[in-house]
């Protein structure tokens, strides 16, 4: 098949689920073409079978905003005729769905055929769509889809709650690539690497986000420093965002700033999540919780919160830990005798890789995404 894809190409967890998904189409042989204004972040530019193509968007004065949306219609057109692309793809419900809406107009009007599947990933639901002035398009854009999926069950019952649609919508669980993320089997290589953020007595907690208020990367500062007081730890924070500054401020004043690493935007987390014993991820909200997962693949288990669709990934006590948001104290708590007890933390550990492994390898997830492509052409 030669599939588009259209997502944010920024940091976001939609934006790394459609290019991973991306990647792992076009590994099985298919054609994949990206259509966004810029290269998401996790591509190369030299991936077999996978093309990018730009939208330009006009900054004519007359515009105090660039019509993004009508770009995107555009030039989903203009790719989907030049190379006959037989399905488009769309990551995030806003404005991807309708833009894809218009090209799939635009080019009924000539004779050709262009369905769309729209993904809903969670915010596009939960906060940016339940605004009055997005609302009734994104419920418009999601009945006219050809096909809509969502990440997690969580999400396809808000969607239908909120917004009333009566078109089904598919649970297509977020994935890992479970070769790419995995632990580091060589102990010295992994002991080397780990050394250059914790010694060998200290335990290595991370976090990794795009450090918006919803990810509270003060709660993970503040658990952290509960830990450090406890034990000789450190902290690895991985991602940037508009929280990032708090974060470091806190660190100052809780006088940790030695111990957290600030470590910006990583293009391979998958070679740094391996290095810690445990993940942080105190959310307010994930409508699934991508980072745990890759975490979890990677042998580290995740202490997260009781909320949106992180329960269908993490089971309590068994291959990670839930608290109630804001619940600092008993995440650290929890920490805290994890740490402590290293045959429950290796039980855990194992756990955590073989829920990655048994229920969200891409070798499991990716084939009911060409199964649902499949079915969609098939349809009339």
Not at 24 to 50: D, K, M, N
Not at 198 to 212: C, I, K, T, W, Y
Request: with cysteine.
């Amino acid at each position: 098949m030669r599939i588009g894809i259209t997502c944010y190409p920024t940091y976001g967890g939609s934006g790394v689920v459609a290019t991973e998904l991306g990647i792992e189409l076009a590994a099985l042989g298919h054609e994949v073409h990206f259509i966004s204004y810029s290269q998401p972040f996790r591509l190369t530019g030299r991936e077999t079978g996978i093309f990018y193509h730009e939208v330009p968007v006009s900054n004519y004065p007359l515009f105090e905003f660039p019509p993004y949306d009508l770009a995107l219609a555009s030039r989903m057109a203009e790719v989907a005729e030049y190379y006959h692309l037989d399905i488009l793809h769309v990551h995030y419900a806003i404005p991807h769905s309708v833009s894809a809406l218009l090209a799939r107009q635009m080019l009924a009007e000539r004779g050709k055929r262009l369905p769309f599947v729209t993904t809903l990933h969670g915010t596009d639901i939960t906060l940016v769509g339940m605004d009055h002035s997005y609302l009734p398009i994104t419920r418009y854009g999601i009945q006219q889809s050809d096909g809509v999926t969502s990440i997690s069950n969580y999400l396809r019952e808000v969607t239908i709650a909120n917004f009333g649609t009566t078109r089904p919508i598919e649970v297509v669980h977020n994935f890992v690539n479970c070769d790419v993320y995995q632990p580091i089997r060589d102990e010295e290589h992994r002991a080397a690497a780990r050394a250059k953020f914790a010694r060998p007595d200290e335990a290595l907690l991370v976090h990794l986000s795009n450090f918006r208020p919803v990810k509270r990367v003060a709660d993970v500062v503040r658990a952290f420093s509960l830990v450090a007081d406890a034990m000789p730890a450190q902290l690895l924070m991985i991602g940037d965002g508009p929280d990032r500054s708090t974060a470091e401020w806190l660190a100052h004043t809780l006088n940790i700033h030695d111990r957290v690493h600030f470590v910006g935007k990583q293009d391979r987390v998958n070679e740094l999540l391996p290095l810690g014993d445990l993940m942080l991820m105190p959310s307010e909200m994930e409508s699934f919780g991508l980072a745990a997962l890759e975490s979890m693949a990677c042998q580290v288990p995740a202490i997260g919160t009781w909320v949106g669709g992180v329960p269908e990934l993490i089971d309590d006590g068994e291959n990670g830990l839930l608290y109630k948001v804001g619940d600092v104290d008993g995440m650290a708590a929890g920490a805290i005798a994890l740490l402590q007890d290293r045959t429950r933390l290796e039980a855990m550990r194992r756990a955590a890789r073989k829920t990655a492994q048994d229920r969200f390898c891409a070798t499991r997830i990716v084939p009911r995404y060409v199964e649902y492509y499949e079915r969609l052409l098939a349809a009339k």
